[in-house]
């Protein structure tokens, strides 16, 4: 098993940035290939972005490509998510997530997730 927990959201304004991270525990997540999703009042959890197992390989949703970046440091058994140029459509609660094996944009094939953290971003 692989329990994670988010840190660093809060409130913050338009054009601000935060950083986010995502401490596992329970296994090494050397093996795992991880993920940030967010979900907004009313709205589906979306992909935001994703990291191989070995750091090697990031992908983005085109919502937040060259704004955020996404990743890990496996001695530290943690990931991040540098967000940058913040805007108010990225306020959400955003989850971390791991998976065994690929990475995946769809949340449904990941097997562990975070409580979650509240981003919120005022105009």
């Known amino acids: 098993q692989v329990q994670l927990v988010e840190s660093g959201g809060g409130l913050v304004q338009a054009g601000g940035s935060l950083r986010l991270s995502c401490a596992a525990s329970?296994?090494?997540?050397?093996?795992?290939?991880m993920g940030w999703f967010r979900q907004a009042p009313g709205k589906e959890r979306e992909f935001v972005a994703v990291i191989t197992w070995s750091g090697g390989s990031t992908y983005y949703a085109d919502s937040v490509k060259g704004r955020f970046t996404i990743s890990r440091d496996n001695t530290k058994n943690t990931m991040y998510l540098q967000m940058n140029s913040l805007k108010p459509e990225d306020t959400a609660v955003y989850y971390c997530a791991a998976r065994y094996g690929s990475t995946s944009s769809n949340p449904n094939l990941y097997d562990y997730w975070g409580q979650g953290t509240q981003v919120t971003v005022s105009s």
């Open positions: 329970g296994r090494t997540i050397s093996s795992y290939a």
